[in-house]
Nanobody
Framework: VQLQASGGGLVQPGGSLRLSCAAS????????MRWYRQAPGKQREWVAS???????GYARSVKGRFTISRDSAKNTVYLQMNSLKPVDTAVYYC???????????????WGQGTQVTVSS
């Protein structure tokens, strides 16, 4: 199983980016999918969660600016980021709780991260 994150880049303050994270491999079902970020010199922090495409949560620092969504048919989670600020600069990581077959337990897998830089 692999999670592949993409969509990062350099954007000016106030701009937008859309991150994608696609899970591939032997996947029976996916429960929660989340985004985290880690700024230089700081600990990794939770950004947003989508559980079974219904329960959605956001960190206070991004609420109202970021939107998480999922395409279950594609095993993909997205993060639409609007009104970006320099403080949003970080490496963004996705993770997913998934099971590889009917009899297995859910395990958490991480993507490799994608760099987002907000700067003028």
């Amino acid at each position: 199983v692999q999670l592949q994150a993409s969509g990062g880049g350099l954007v000016q303050p106030g701009g937008s980016l859309r991150l994608s994270c696609a899970a591939s491999g032997s996947i029976f079902s996916i429960n929660g999918m989340r985004w985290y970020r880690q700024a230089p010199g700081k600990q990794r922090e939770w950004v947003a969660s989508s559980v079974e495409g219904r329960d959605i949560g956001y960190a206070r620092s991004v609420k109202g600016r970021f939107t998480i969504s999922r395409d279950s048919a594609k095993n993909t989670v997205y993060l639409q980021m609007n009104s970006l600020k320099p403080v949003d600069t970080a490496v963004y990581y996705c993770n997913a709780d998934l099971k590889e077959n009917w009899g297995s337990a859910y395990s958490t897998y991480w993507g490799q991260g994608t760099q987002v830089t907000v700067s003028s």
